[in-house]
């Protein structure tokens, strides 16, 4: 079979949820395609970009026999206007010469009604809430016509079955045209962990050893204390960032023992996000609140494990890497209670209100001080992160790609 897979969120400068999904499952997929026996590991697969500029030396590399990388050099707003305004042209499936047609995210498209089609949806936050995005962005998503789109696929594939209630009430999608298949957490967060729980009975060794370096290059680059509270993710108001700094001032204010304690808050600026500087200013301990700006890939999990809990108090996620990429680390979360974020931490995590910065505080302070507690919900955070993993849901992918 000829498959084409549209691969334009990895054409994002920095990396978001989104864009590491897209390079993780497409890798998985790639990689069980080719180890395996059957007939399936004669699938072609045509991996698709649009970008005027020369971007492709940007873009990951896909080394395989089984494997295209074509992109077409419109300019990405003249191609999205001929889809929207001629809903025709061009078809990808017919440049691409495929039988189905992937899409990890949602983004203007033209397919032929012969081909074969399945589309991602991470989340309908913007419907849940417009007030959280720009013009800009509520505009985009008016003009890509979500629920005509939607409809006109064989096959949605739901990051959670929080997001399937979303689609089904929100696009008006019949039941049996979505499918759930969660997410999965990568290798590099399940190692690192427990590299350093064997090495922590000699420490000797601990520090010959690399990951532990690393850690400590980390913890330079970055200026990191010595103990803090980390929140990792985009700043925008759905994340709750001015819900976290109100949350750590009442610590700070009412647990004079916890005065060592710092607040790391990391990732990329997002939109509608001055708000969050305005409220950091205001509180009374904001010399004692960093902010590392967009964070490498490649250094979350070290930052993961030189925190001492993780903070994700947010009101709305379609599944939700960071505290499950937290908790993979060994790493005792903090989330919500809202939307999808109980199915993916179940009973590893302690939940509270996101309105609630008291809740939110004694959470902390349960953490911070309870050791009891904070080993049960280490122990839990590991267990429930094995539970995830890339090749499971690339392989559900592969099923649903033969099925549709």
Known sequence: MKIGIDIRP????????VSEYTLNLVKEILKLDASASSARANNQYKLFYNSFHDIKSRLPEFKSANVEVIGLNYPNKILNYLYFKLLAYPKIDKLLDVDL???????FIALSPYCKSIITIHDLSFFR?????SLKKNLWHYLLNVKNLLNKFDLIIAQSANTKQDIMELCGVKEEKIKVIYSGVGQEFKKLQFSIFDF?????SLYLNNDYKKLNEVRKKYDLPEKFILYLGTLEPRKNIEGIIGAYGEL??????????????AGGWGWKSKNILKVWRKSNYKDEIEFLGYVESADKVYLYNLASVFVYPSFYEGFGFPPLEAMACGLPVITSFSSSLPEVVSEAAIMVDPDNINQIAEALKQILTDYELRNDLIKKGLERARQFSWEKTAREYLEVFQDV
């Not at 990895?10 to 949820?17: F, W």
């Not at 809430?129 to 995005?133: L, T």
């Not at 922590?200 to 000797?204: G, H």
């Open 10 to 17: 990895l054409m994002d400068a920095q990396y978001s949820g």
């Open 101 to 107: 047609f992937f899409m990890p995210h949602l983004n």
């Open 129 to 133: 809430f417009r007030e959280y995005f």
């Open 200 to 204: 922590q009975k000699n420490i000797a």
């Open 252 to 265: 700070r204010r009412k647990n004079k023992e916890l005065d060592n304690i710092k607040l790391v808050i």
